[in-house]
Every structure is written in C-alpha cells, then in structure tokens.
C-alpha cells in the first residue's frame, strides 16, 4: 500500500523542483531589486509612440522586485520595532517572523507595490481609479473626487474608521502624465518591505506614476512617518511595460501550502542556522 505522507512528500519535492526552474529562469534586477520577470524582459518593443493623455489604461508587466531607494533613518521608536522584525533574508524561512513568510498573510501596502509586480491592471472610472496587483489579486480604490484621506484612522472615538492593510487612498493627475497617489491609514501588522522596516498608523505613503511614452510606465514610491523614521525616504522604484494581449496570470500565496512546507522542509531544513549568515 502507497504510504500518503510519502507522497505527500514527494508532490511537494517536485513542487519546489518546479519552483527552482521558475527561478532559475528571473535574473537579478538592477539596484538590488530582487529578480527580474522574464515576460517583462521580453517586452523589448521600445517606446511605442507619444503616452495618451491622462490614460494608464489596461494591464502592464513589472519586475518581481522594484530598484531599491534610499537607506531609512530611524527614530529610536523605529529602531526599536525595526529590531523586533526578523526578515527571511537573514534569518532564513525557519527563523523569520514575517507572517507572509510563515502563513500567506497580505504583502499589505506599499510592500505590494514594490514586491511580486509581476503585473498591475489600472481600471479608471469617473469618481476613482481601480489598481489591481496580478500576485493574491488584489486590488485598490484610488478616490479621484476630491475628498480628503481620513486623519482620526485607528483613534479611540467613535465612528474613527479603522487601519486597513492597503490603506486609504485619493489620487490627482500633476500635468497629463503622472498620477499621484496619496495612502494613509495603514494597519501596523504589516512591513513596507522583506527588510522588516515598520510603519505606524499614521504614516503617509505617495506614489508617482508617469506615463513616460505609450509603452512605459515608472513608479516612485516615498514614505513619510515621522513617529519612526527622521525624515521622507524613497522605499523604491520601478518600471513597468504595456501589456498588448492585456492578460495576467493568476498568482496565489495558499496558507494550506506554505504550512505544509514549513511542516516537512523549511523549518526542520532551517534547525540550527546560524542567522548572521
């Protein structure tokens, strides 16, 4: 008789056999970024003619991890909480309380915007823009009618709307080109990156995106959090490109996977690692 654990083991070998291929196939980005998409590298049809006028319409194809920005200065507060994170990439899968890692939980914002941006779709409509991210399909109200974001988020009063992983959000257009994204609200559950570096509730992220030709789109993203960091830092940038065929693939973090690898291989694999290596 077929032992089920063994096969169970098996599958899942061949899963990350699978996996190491994929990788395999990404190239390291520049800046330290992370990898590359290879589909994003293979969008090599130069500037496509003049950008449309106040148009991001559509689907476009980024790099699974944006150019790093610049080095955070912390306030004492910020360097405590930042001491209490132990990211991946120094305490390995088995070490590391980065609860994406560990249990699938959402990358949150603006970690989404710099990390697995293999794919963004902007959806406009006449009071707001819908951003959806290709990996855990998730998407976003951007509020284009002039309201204000919230100031009492997380406050004791009543009626104070909560914090939320993705934030409150409200956009303009600078010019015809370049649409601004101001987020504020977000739940101090998550990281702005694979690093750990923390953000309070009250910290007030914007994003810039410029159409720079018809098929190029760049992204900058700046946080401002006074109570943990000295001053506004950039946290990244990326590129995207057009998408002609306007199709994204479905990319999912599933909780009863990620816990039957942890159980079998990345935390008896990660027993004994020494984390300053």
């Not at 998409?37 to 980024?62: H, I, V």
């Not at 990390?115 to 109200?141: C, H, L, S």
């Amino acid at each position: 008789m077929r032992n089920p654990f063994t096969g169970a083991i098996v599958a899942l070998a061949a899963g990350l056999v699978l996996s190491s291929l994929a990788m395999a196939q990404t190239t390291p980005a520049q800046g330290g970024g992370g990898y590359r998409n290879t589909e994003y590298d293979k969008l090599d049809n130069g500037p496509g003619g003049p950008a449309p006028k106040r148009d991001f319409t559509g689907s476009w194809a980024g790099p699974i991890g944006a150019q790093k920005g610049d080095e955070p200065s912390l306030t004492p507060e910020g360097q405590k909480l930042f001491s209490l994170n132990k990211s991946e990439a120094k305490y390995h899968v088995a070490g590391t309380n980065d609860k994406f890692v560990r249990t699938c939980d959402p990358l949150g914002f603006p970690r989404n915007m710099i990390f697995e941006t293999r794919g963004v779709v902007f959806a406009p409509m006449p009071d707001r823009m819908i951003i959806m991210n290709q990996y855990q399909k998730v998407w976003r109200e951007i509020w284009t009618d002039g309201r204000e974001l919230p100031k009492n988020v997380g406050a004791a009063e009543k009626g104070s709307p909560d914090p939320r992983y993705y934030g409150y959000s409200v956009g303009h257009w600078e010019g015809d080109f370049t649409f601004v994204v101001d987020t504020t609200g977000l739940d101090e559950n998550t990281w702005l990156n694979g690093d750990g570096y923390p953000h309070s509730v009250d910290a007030h992220v914007q994003e810039r995106f410029t159409r720079v030709d018809h098929n190029d789109l760049q992204l900058t993203v700046t946080v401002t959090d006074p109570k943990l960091y000295t001053k506004p830092f950039v946290l990244g940038k990326s590129a995207f490109k057009w998408l002609p065929k306007q199709n994204l693939e479905e990319q999912l973090c599933i909780p009863s996977d990620m816990i039957q690898y942890l159980s079998l291989i990345g935390d008896p694999g990660g027993k004994g690692v020494d984390p300053g290596k």
